[in-house]
């Protein structure tokens, strides 16, 4: 009878962390898009309004690896009144061969963080200037705390400028970053103040209307933009994807139906048959990283199911050669 492993949350953190490992396991992903094989369907979304929630499904088989992940990511965001966490989930991973089941992963939304920062330092690590001396993050939850862990990985930056619409917020996150990394980290009063002192900034918000705009782009600035990944989510002024010297995103298709991309084409900006680089691509070598100093460069990540089947792939074996899991017949 076939054999399921079930892993929890702390078995999981215990075999996967937001290292140099993880970031290279997400780099590969990406380049797996553009080498052809890949089967990645659209992002089944399901938006419950009067619950204040949402649940995307991700999923993507990738030639080369031994199973394949589905993910389920219920984001309900008025839980934090009870007591309860806004983001939860977890990963199915089938055989690749048989369809069989092989694990059930409860993550609680733990390796979506891991790949999500990851996604963030593959970004940072083509995209960004070769020598950064402050970076600046516009949010101060998780992600935005795993983000600028993320970019320490691939740039060794000094400064730390963040804004965040809770100003005390900003202020914690501000003082816990620099203590852990060891840097000046302070919060300023503006998301300006982020994007005109910084050489590389992150965007970990859930924003309706933009934060960044495009006046305040400047030589040498590279924007990693994570939070756009519904269609009603939007951080930059669409006319920075123009604006920029080098626009690129994870998936076309994605960023024009969620991210900022779709914002530009509901600006009239671009149409439906624009076509930016994609992350892959420059991880594959089809296409040139960061092309030179000055270059203004724009990275636009909505989170592809690719991610998600590769770092489940590798918690499933790092579990599996730990003897760690719960293995039932089903």
């Known amino acids: 009878m076939p054999r399921v492993t079930i892993l929890t949350e702390t078995e999981l953190r215990s075999c ?11 780099e590969k992903a990406f380049a797996s ?18 619950r204040h929630g949402e649940v995307d499904v991700k999923t993507a088989y990738v030639p080369g690896l031994d199973s394949f992940a589905i993910k389920v990511s219920p984001g309900f965001f008025d839980n934090p009144k009870r007591g309860l966490p806004s983001l939860n989930g977890l990963m199915m991973l089938f055989d690749s061969a048989t369809g069989i089941v092989r694990a059930v992963l409860l993550d609680n939304g733990f ?22 001396r402050t970076a600046g993050v516009i949010g101060a939850g998780v992600q935005a705390e795993l983000q600028i862990r993320a970019l320490r990985l691939v740039r060794d930056f000094s400064k730390l400028l963040v804004w965040a619409r809770d100003p ?5 996150y501000a003082a816990g970053m620099g203590r852990e990394l060891g840097i000046s980290a302070r ?46 989510k939007n951080e930059l002024d669409p006319g920075i994807v123009l604006a920029a010297d080098r626009f690129v995103c994870d998936r076309n298709a994605q960023s024009l139906k969620l991210g900022e991309m779709r914002a530009a084409a509901a600006a009239g900006l671009i149409g439906a048959d624009y076509v930016a680089d ?3 691509d ?12 000055d270059e203004i460069t724009v990275c636009d990540l909505t989170g592809t199911g ?3 089947t590769a770092i489940a792939v590798h918690a499933f074996w790092v579990a599996r050669d730990r003897g760690l899991g719960t293995v039932i017949e089903s």
């Open 111 to 132: 390796l979506t963080d891991v790949r999500t920062a990851a996604a963030g330092a593959v970004a940072a690590k083509h995209l960004a200037p070769a020598m950064v």
């Open 282 to 293: 420059i991880c594959a070598g089809v296409k040139e990283g960061r092309g030179n100093d």
């Open 168 to 172: 005390k917020k900003s202020e914690v």
């Open 16 to 26: 996967v962390g937001l290292d140099p490992e993880s970031v290279s396991i997400v």
């Open 278 to 280: 994609e992350l892959g």
């Open 306 to 308: 690719v991610q998600d």
């Open 33 to 50: 898009l553009a080498t052809g094989g890949v089967i990645m369907p659209p992002i089944l979304s399901m938006l419950i309004e009067e």
């Open 187 to 232: 919060a300023v009063s503006t998301a300006e103040d982020v994007v005109r002192g910084a050489q590389v900034v992150v965007t970990c918000t859930p924003a309706r209307q933009p934060l960044i705009q495009a006046a305040w782009l400047h030589p040498g600035l590279h924007i990693t933009a994570m939070g756009s990944d519904a269609s009603d």
